[in-house]
């Protein structure tokens, strides 16, 4: 099924009733009611926590029949109440549907947080959004889940409310890996310090950023090594300096060197992502272009001039290709172990 992704409540009831109505074979207006089972909350980057409440979630939905389902906000609450504490997001809202889809989730609820929002008292959040809209018959959320007008609401009022509105509730334990809870703040740390591949860790997946391929100043061509420049739509990205990566870009994945920076040999100011592909020789000037950051191979640094920078990045893209060829021969002793262990088993 493809993720259904409304922004009001409005259109959350108008797609409701043609879901339910398809699946009885109704008209609409004369379907019965549609029954969810949901979580809410940002995701932002989908790390391995927010992975394991979505995981539960399909999970319990296809036990019950029920639809799975996510309530997010667009924008981050604290960008409306507390501006100067909201943090840099780590993906887009699309990042964000695109993995919940990937994972199972069949629809979304993006409500756009304002003030008038921020002023739902718990019981009116869960019974106007959870209940009454969106047929909650469980719900899970973490154990530290606040909700409702000055987060009055926590994992306790949400229970309580569920007894009376006929729904249940399961919390879900933090994901801990090497004593440190996951979180969205630990991995913007990563991201910013240029650990990509702690980053990686905690998120399931390498870091990426997405946007649009844009013109660069031609630096690349000038030292012999043409690169694809991104116009990113994320709020962060990882520290200057220059990594392994793998590039989208024209409907295929390359292998890449990617370099985040100023380009200071160029007494450059400007922030710059500039992607080096391997194996590409298209001409391409436009169009939909997306980065994911496996390994920090250096800081950023100034040369002395062109040639020196041509042979540092002459370096950079060797040591990116033994890092994929590495990854390659890691990746196939793995399949390798597993078919055996398999055999076994007599799997």
Not at 72 to 100: C, G, I, N, Y
Not at 146 to 170: I, N, P, S
Request: charged content about 25%.
């Amino acid at each position: 099924m493809a993720l259904r992704v409304s922004r009001s409540l409005e259109e959350w009831r108008a797609a409701a009733e043609l879901r339910e109505a398809s699946r009885r074979g109704a008209s609409p207006g004369h379907a019965g009611r549609e029954r969810t089972v949901l979580t809410i909350g940002n995701f932002d980057g989908v790390h391995l926590g927010h992975r394991e409440i979505l995981r539960r979630v399909v999970e319990r939905a296809k036990e019950t029949a029920c639809l799975p389902a996510v309530v997010t906000f667009d924008p981050h609450p604290l960008k409306v109440l507390r501006p100067a504490e909201a943090p840099v997001l780590l993906s887009t809202m699309t990042q964000r549907m695109r993995e919940m889809e990937a994972l199972g989730i069949a629809a979304v609820l993006a409500l756009p947080f304002d003030l008038e929002m921020a002023k739902l008292s718990p019981e009116e959040f869960v019974g106007t959004i959870l209940v009454k809209t969106m047929g909650a018959a469980c719900i899970f959320v973490g154990g530290n889940f606040r909700f409702g007008h000055k987060q009055a609401g926590d994992v306790k009022v949400l229970r309580e409310l569920g007894q009376r509105f006929g729904y249940t509730v399961e919390i879900v334990e933090p994901v801990v890996l090497r004593g440190e809870i996951v979180s969205s703040t630990a991995i913007r740390e990563a991201v910013r310090a240029g650990r990509v591949q702690e980053a990686a860790r905690l998120l399931g997946r390498p870091f990426a950023l997405t946007g649009n391929i844009q013109p660069g100043t031609g630096t690349g061509s000038r030292v012999v090594f043409p690169t694809l420049n991104l116009g990113h739509e994320q709020e962060i990205t990882p520290g200057n300096g220059v990594y392994a990566t793998e590039t989208f870009v024209d409907g295929r994945l390359y292998r890449s060197a990617t370099n985040v920076g100023v380009r200071p040999t160029f007494d450059g100011k400007a922030l710059a992502i500039e992607s080096h592909l391997f194996n590409f020789d298209q001409r391409v000037t436009s169009g939909p272009m997306q980065i994911w950051f496996w390994k920090r191979l250096r800081g950023e640094r100034k040369f002395s001039g062109p040639e020196e920078l041509r042979e540092q990045i002459a370096r950079d893209i060797e040591r990116s290709k033994t890092f994929f060829r590495r990854l390659d021969r890691a990746r196939l002793e793995s399949a390798e172990r597993k078919a055996k262990s398999q055999l076994m088993r007599g799997v």
